[in-house]
């Protein structure tokens, strides 16, 4: 046990820095929620994302920590992304779409209800309120009753006008 003293007090330190940074991203998420008045729903998706991050870097330390060389970290590692990479190539959106909602989740001024114009094009705009914010869309419901669905890698690159619902005016 005396061997191993050092590795386990390095662990628990990780474990503690993994526990303590959760906690304070948890609780920015919980204030931009507040703030911005935002349904729990998206930041349940937001803390999710971040945990994995977190976890992930974590276990890495820990392997260090315990004696994994870091080049066989680094072949296991590459490795691994290599077939995820493949795996998602035709994909490759996703990562865009979950890097997108926590760009919308922090720093957009939309939420839900809001009614917003999406300009196209010079003579083409897309209007309607937001029904839904997720990890990889988000769902608009136009004034004729249909539903829109927009990947939020796109629709961070769109100009967005903010309006004041006509009937509410």
């Known amino acids: 046990m005396e061997i191993y003293k050092q590795q386990l007090i390095e662990t628990f330190i990780v474990l503690i820095l993994y526990f303590i940074t959760y906690q304070i991203c948890a609780k920015i998420i919980k204030n931009t929620l507040s703030k911005r ?69 922090f720093n957009h001024p939309i939420k839900i209800n809001d009614f917003i114009r999406i300009l196209e094009a010079k003579d083409y705009e897309i209007c309607g309120t937001i029904q839904n914010i997720g990890i990889f869309f988000i769902t608009l419901m136009t004034e004729n009753g249909e539903e829109i669905t927009l990947p939020n890698n796109i629709f961070i690159q769109k100009s967005i006008k903010k309006e004041i619902k006509r009937n509410e005016a």
């Open 37 to 105: 008045h935002f349904i729990t729903a998206r930041g349940a998706l937001i803390r999710r994302v971040l945990n994995i991050l977190f976890l992930s870097i974590s276990l890495i330390f820990i392997t260090l920590i315990w004696g994994v060389k870091q080049s066989d970290l680094t072949i296991y590692l590459g490795s691994a992304l290599s077939i995820v990479g493949v795996a998602f190539f035709a994909q490759w959106s996703l990562f865009s779409n979950i890097t997108s909602s926590i760009i919308i989740f």
